[in-house]
């Protein structure tokens, strides 16, 4: 059986803004079914830039995009649209009726689909980003982390198999960018929706990303899984990046102060176990629980 093509393929992609800008230079990049794949990249990088490449918003000039095995040129953009569903950096570049419900209704009525489904699909979206209390609000009242998440919903009740976000957690507040994080975990394990996203913020992606594009100057410098790329100290440098907190601490710990802490924990979970590991049984008060962090 020949494997499945991945849903989102680019090769040997350059790309130039008019101004002269080189943006991305060979840029090599696949998403597999199924897969949560972050691009992990400081200010200036080209993320925005290859998200919109990804999307067909803009066309390279050298290089190949292919969504499911097929050309992304030789798609129609309604089989665009309901293959990939994009939220944009900024959302009110995406968020344009008058009202929340108005809004994520645009998709699917614009497919032709009967009043009832669309009704239904604008329930299901703004229940699964946690914003139906704002089904009757004007876009114009809410607050921006309201506006990131009906943005999302809108992208939702189009149902794509491909979820594609451009700093979806940026300006959120920490509960904010937490729940995001959440919902698109269960949305690509639960929901089985590929997800691809832009960040570059590093606390949260260890225990979400199946895999990781860390970009440079809009070249690909490494791509692996979160061991991979953090455990890498000259990437994580060239990039203009930092460890997450948790393992910041854990490595002046070990490198400083000697303590012998085995690999280098990622999470606040792989931390605790970690650390857990070096104290006596006898000393602690509560049996040591393994649980999956
Ligand atoms: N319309 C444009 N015209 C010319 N240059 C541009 C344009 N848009 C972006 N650039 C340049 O392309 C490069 C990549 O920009 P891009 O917006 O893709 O970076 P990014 O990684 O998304 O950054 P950020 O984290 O700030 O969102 C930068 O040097 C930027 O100045
Ligand atoms: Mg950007």
């Known amino acids: 059986m020949t494997p499945a093509p991945p849903s989102l393929q680019i ?6 803004f008019p101004d002269g800008t080189r943006a991305l230079h ?12 972050a691009l992990l990249a400081s200010n200036g990088s080209g993320k925005t830039t290859l998200i919109k490449v990804l999307v067909g ?34 959302p009110v570049d995406q968020l344009f009726a008058a009202t929340v419900e108005e809004d994520v209704a645009f998709g699917p009525r614009n ?10 699909r604008v329930s299901d979206a703004l229940e699964a980003v946690s914003a139906s209390e704002l089904r009757g609000r004007a876009i114009h009242h809410l607050s921006f982390g309201q506006q990131k998440r009906v943005s999302l919903a809108g992208v939702l009740a189009m149902r ?41 913020s590093v606390d949260l992606l260890p225990l979400f990303a199946d895999r990781i594009y860390v970009l440079r100057h809009g070249r690909v410098l490494k791509v692996g899984t979160a061991q991979d790329i953090f455990c890498d100290q ?3 440098e060239q990039a203009s990046l930092r460890l997450p907190y948790v393992s910041a601490l854990l490595y002046e710990m070990k490198h400083v102060d000697g303590v012998p802490i085995h690999g280098l924990p ?14 006596p049984e006898d000393l ?9 962090s």
Not at 26 to 32: E, G, K, L, T, W
Not at 284 to 292: D, R, S, T, V, Y
């Open 160 to 200: 794509p198999s491909i979820l594609i976000l451009d700093e979806p957690t940026a300006g959120l507040d920490p509960s904010g960018e937490a729940a995001m994080m959440r919902l698109l975990h269960r949305l690509n394990r639960s929901g089985h929706i590929t997800i691809v996203l832009a960040t570059h």
């Open 26 to 37: 060979d840029v090599d990049f696949h998403a597999d079914e199924g897969e949560f794949v």
């Open 234 to 236: 000259e990437v994580i």
């Open 266 to 279: 990622l999470t606040v979970g792989e931390a605790r176990h970690r650390l857990l590991e070096l104290i």
């Open 57 to 90: 918003l803009l066309t390279p000039q050298e290089g190949s995009v292919r969504l499911g095995g097929m050309a992304l040129a030789d798609l129609s953009a309604p089989e665009r649209y309901q293959a990939m569903g994009v939220v944009l950096q900024n």
């Open 11 to 16: 090769s040997g992609v350059c790309f130039t």
């Open 111 to 120: 497919l032709g689909l009967p009043e009832s489904e669309v009704q239904q």
């Open 284 to 292: 602690l008060l509560k049996p040591f629980e393994e649980k999956a």
